[in-house]
């Protein structure tokens, strides 16, 4: 006997067995959706009989979302392996990219074991507070679209991990490039002085100042939370040689000799903001990506006004967007740069552009 009343009882001892929450309503929800009925209008039809197809349907659901991670189980004796098995299939349902590394990183994190070591783990049991935490995890990423970056507050750049919070855009491979190249530049120079315009987290600031010990290097930045992550950063990499102060632009910078001048400003047009991922648009700060002039506005502002702080042969280098690079070289062109050159990024897209300043004795 298939009736309805009997199926729905038995499907609900079912997901009791598999520890989940609120098994009547998941029971509920799925019938209902299998039997194209209303939740409030299954018990009005208790005694229908249902043929071996829709059966068949509502058991095949039910095993898909528990294996899937959809409904969140509460089973004592999962392994660590299974939930991992499980929260990869949920993160996969809900469209989030590269869901194997999220996983591995969110379980890395909340169990404090190293993400290559995770799988020595496998057979052991996770503590119910640990398993709430990455189920936690896993929602926000999967509904609320959060990076996991914010989620973790972390992310590595350059090898090294930088704390960051939604005050704060996400550093990006592409910047490593650029700075890469500012380090190639500052080879030949002792004790170079380095200006850092826009400096977010601090991690161009940083990244030279550890990699060029001799350095000095002056972030500034108008956002007082990206100052104080910036500091953060500052104390937790023991970047001595740095300093991080609240300007705007070169309003409050009173040196005028600087070897070099580095930049990665906001640069995306308004009319581009709405084809940003969802991610980017709905949690990195928009000051901190957006620009007027169709996304020009800094790379005029700086290139006019750092003249005046670099020293003879000083150095300007921005990141730029992929199609602003030749825009950006005319810029610097009309504000007396010479030795302009564009570089490519590893996808061979245009990402940053460089000049020097010479000035008549």
């Given at each position: 006997m298939n009736k309805l009343i009997d199926i729905l009882e038995k499907s609900k001892k079912y997901l009791e067995d598999n520890k989940v929450e609120n098994p009547r309503i998941e029971t509920e929800l799925i019938l209902s959706q299998v039997l194209n009925l209303d939740r409030i209008m299954l018990y009005a039809y208790f005694d229908r009989e249902l043929n071996d197809d829709e059966v068949s349907e509502i058991r095949a659901l039910l095993k898909s979302k528990i294996n899937s991670g959809e409904i969140p189980g509460k089973n004592d004796e999962i392994s660590m392996k299974t939930l991992m098995d499980q929260s990869i299939k949920y993160l996969e349902n809900h469209q989030i990219e590269e869901a194997r590394l999220t996983v591995e990183l969110i379980f890395s994190y909340v169990l404090s074991v190293d993400r290559m070591m995770l799988f020595t783990k496998y057979a052991v049991q996770p503590e119910e507070e640990s398993k709430n935490k990455i189920r936690n995890l896993l929602k926000l990423r999967a509904k609320d679209k959060i990076p996991l970056q914010y989620l973790l507050n972390e992310e590595e750049f350059y090898g090294r991990p930088f704390y960051i919070n939604k005050g704060v855009l996400i550093p990006r491979n592409e910047t490593e490039i650029v700075v890469e190249r500012a380090l190639e530049e500052l080879k030949g120079i002792t004790a170079p002085n380095v200006l850092d315009i826009g400096a977010g987290s601090g991690v161009i600031s940083i990244t030279i100042a550890k990699e060029k010990t001799d350095s000095k290097i002056l972030g500034v930045d108008i956002s007082d939370n990206a100052l104080e992550i910036?500091?953060?950063?500052?104390?937790?990499?023991?970047?001595?040689?740095?300093?991080?102060?609240?300007?705007?632009?070169?309003?409050?910078?009173?040196?005028?000799?600087?070897?070099?001048?580095?930049?990665?400003?906001?640069?995306?047009?308004?009319?581009?903001?709405?084809?940003?991922?969802?991610?980017?648009?709905?949690?990195?700060?928009?000051?901190?990506?957006?620009?007027?002039?169709?996304?020009?506005?800094?790379?005029?502002?700086?290139?006019?006004?750092?003249?005046?702080?670099?020293?003879?042969?000083?150095?300007?280098?921005?990141?730029?967007?992929?199609?602003?690079?030749?825009?950006?070289?005319?810029?610097?062109?009309?504000?007396?740069?010479?030795?302009?050159?564009?570089?490519?990024d590893l996808n061979g897209i245009n990402r940053g552009i460089t000049g020097c300043i010479f000035k008549e004795e």
């Open positions: 910036a500091n953060k950063n500052k104390s937790l990499l023991k970047a001595d040689n740095v300093k991080f102060l609240k300007s705007n632009l070169f309003q409050e910078v009173n040196y005028h000799n600087f070897d070099m001048i580095i930049s990665n400003p906001p640069y995306i047009p308004k009319s581009e903001y709405d084809t940003l991922s969802d991610d980017v648009r709905m949690h990195e700060p928009e000051e901190a990506l957006m620009a007027e002039n169709e996304g020009l506005f800094f790379y005029y502002e700086i290139s006019k006004s750092a003249v005046d702080y670099l020293k003879n042969g000083g150095k300007l280098i921005f990141e730029c967007g992929y199609n602003q690079a030749e825009i950006i070289e005319n810029i610097m062109k009309e504000a007396g740069y010479k030795n302009i050159e564009i570089f490519k």
